[in-house]
């Protein structure tokens, strides 16, 4: 499975961006899928998961309440909603493929896509 992911930008305190995640090759519809981010000098965080059928979602404390994961099967492709957003939100976020929601969230991925870069200003 290729991953790639668009949608970054530079935005203002308390603006949204949706970030979009196409995949290609294998059946998409297998796997469950998460977006992650990476702030300068610091660790790849988990930040949203959704399960294959896009029937249950998982998100980091930090952006529950203002991010929403969602997915189209027809199209290959998962979002990431992104709502009221926080100096604390620029990093690269990065889309992933796993085999369960839990292993997603525990970092166990199969495919990484290449990140996109989002910056809040203040």
């Known amino acids: 499975v290729q991953l790639q992911a668009s949608g970054g930008g530079l935005v203002q305190a308390g603006g949204s961006l949706r970030l979009s995640c196409a995949a290609s090759?294998?059946?998409?519809?297998?796997?469950?899928m998460g977006w992650f981010r990476q702030a300068p000098g610091k660790d790849r965080d988990f930040v949203a998961g959704?399960?294959?059928?896009?029937?249950?979602?998982y998100y980091a404390d930090s952006v529950r309440g203002r991010f929403t994961i969602s997915r189209d099967n027809a199209k290959n492709t998962v979002f990431l909603q992104m709502n009221s957003l926080k100096p604390e939100d620029t990093a690269v976020y990065y889309c992933?493929?796993?085999?369960?929601?839990?292993?997603?969230?525990?970092?166990?991925?199969?495919?990484w896509g290449k990140g996109t870069l989002v910056t809040v200003s203040s």
């Open positions: 992933a493929a796993g085999t369960s929601l839990g292993g997603i969230l525990n970092h166990q991925v199969l495919y």
């Open positions: 090759g294998r059946s998409f519809s297998d796997y469950y």
């Open positions: 959704i399960s294959w059928s896009g029937g249950s979602t």
